[in-house]
């Protein structure tokens, strides 16, 4: 008999804490299509209990938390408690976006940001709307356009899967409005990352808002190009994004037609993880605004925490 050994590949081992929820599951389809990675799942019945979490946890090469913050916390407890045998870890929930320790894993945000997530134990997942957010104001802020204390305001609409399973269940029973403005209090979650992460001293103003379809996402910024440094023309601007995403491959800034249309629907990259960046104005009024559009499940989500999983797990 010939001695031929099978060499089987090792995969990699990723438990979705939160599964069953809408980033989870969005995640989960996204994994099933990568060869080189083995989904654990844990019984549905002790998806809560700790004491099986934490045997799972130390089973595995990878953790994501699709999780309330609360939940989220306590998962990293108990990987604490497995000291350096404890998982990797990619956090989708709000929980660590700002905490010490963790890596932001926007790859596209620095040139550098793909290097720090790939050599990262734990990456906090952006929030749909700083995705978009940070992706229009970072590249002004870098490139000395914008100040950092430039008075910048943030509107963003999302499909309503963003509000998880209460709020897709109320759209979808009906009893959700048609559209409705929140975070009209202007402490929404999202400020501090977006804040951080833009490269801004000035709290931003963020007004999101959330209608009936879905899912799909557009996050806008109103400028005054006469209050910008060295007054720059709306091609100026498109070429610090051009130039800004030239490598990226989820990234694009979309000229021409397109982006001279005067309008923008929010579901056209749905059931994609890419991003699309429009610059629209008007020259004679020294005005501009800038659209980032995205799916909130897509870049706005899962498709950035499987991007953050692959660079993590060495797989590109
Ligand atoms: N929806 C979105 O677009 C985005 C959401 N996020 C973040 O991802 C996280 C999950 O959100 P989302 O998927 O929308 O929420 P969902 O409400 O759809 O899902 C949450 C999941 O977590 C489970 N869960 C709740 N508490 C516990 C617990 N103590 N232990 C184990 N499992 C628990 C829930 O189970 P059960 O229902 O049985 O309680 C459910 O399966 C949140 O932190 C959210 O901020 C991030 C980016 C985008
Ligand atoms: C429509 C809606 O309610 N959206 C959510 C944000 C969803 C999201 O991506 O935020 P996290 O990643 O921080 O969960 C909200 O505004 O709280």
Redesign the pocket.
């Known amino acids: 008999m010939t001695a031929m050994a099978t060499t089987k590949t090792k995969l990699a081992r990723v438990f979705i804490?939160?599964?069953?929820?809408?980033?989870?599951?969005?995640i989960r389809e996204r994994l099933a299509g990568v060869a080189q990675i083995e989904v654990k799942s844990i019984d549905p019945a002790k998806?809560?209990d700790r004491a099986a979490?934490a045997e799972m946890l130390s089973n595995v090469d990878l953790v994501v938390?699709?999780?309330?913050?609360?939940?989220?916390r306590?998962?990293v407890a108990l990987a604490d408690e497995l000291g350096p045998n404890a998982p990797k870890i990619v956090?989708?929930?709000?929980?660590h976006r700002i905490a010490d320790g963790w890596v932001y894993g926007f790859a596209e945000m620095t040139p550098g940001q793909a290097g720090a997530i790939r050599t990262a134990a734990r990456v906090a997942?952006?929030?749909?709307y700083p995705t978009g957010g940070i992706a229009l104001i970072r590249p002004l802020v870098e490139a000395g356009i914008v100040e950092p204390d430039y008075p910048i305001t943030v509107n963003a609409v999302?499909g309503y899967?963003?509000?998880?399973?209460?709020?897709?269940e109320a759209y979808e029973a009906g009893t959700a409005p048609a559209f409705e403005l929140y975070g009209l209090g202007l402490e929404h979650?999202h400020v501090p990352e977006l804040q951080k992460y833009s490269g801004l001293t000035r709290r931003p103003i963020f007004v999101p808002s959330v209608g009936n379809f879905r899912?799909g996402m557009l996050v806008s910024v109103p400028l005054h190009l006469d209050a910008l440094s060295g007054r720059p023309s709306l091609a100026d601007i498109e070429a610090v994004f051009g130039d800004y995403y030239k490598s990226a491959d989820f990234v694009s800034v979309v000229t021409g037609p397109a982006a001279k249309a005067g309008r923008l629907e929010a579901e056209a990259l749905n059931g994609t993880d890419r991003l699309e960046i429009f610059v629209f104005g008007k020259p004679e009024l020294n005005q501009a605004v800038l659209v980032a559009r995205l799916d909130?499940?897509g870049k706005?989500?899962?498709g950035a925490?499987v991007q953050n999983i692959k660079l993590m797990l060495g797989l590109n």
């Not at 938390?65 to 939940?71: E, F, N, S, T």
């Not at 997942?125 to 749909?128: A, I, K, Q, R, S």
């Not at 899967?161 to 897709?168: A, E, K």
Request: charged content about 25%.
């Open positions: 804490d939160g599964e069953a929820g809408t980033t989870g599951l969005e998806r809560k979490r938390l699709c999780l309330p913050d609360d939940a989220a306590e998962t956090d989708a929930s709000t929980a997942n952006p929030g749909c999302s899967s963003g509000g998880g399973r209460s709020m897709i979650k899912q909130n499940l706005g989500a899962a925490a």
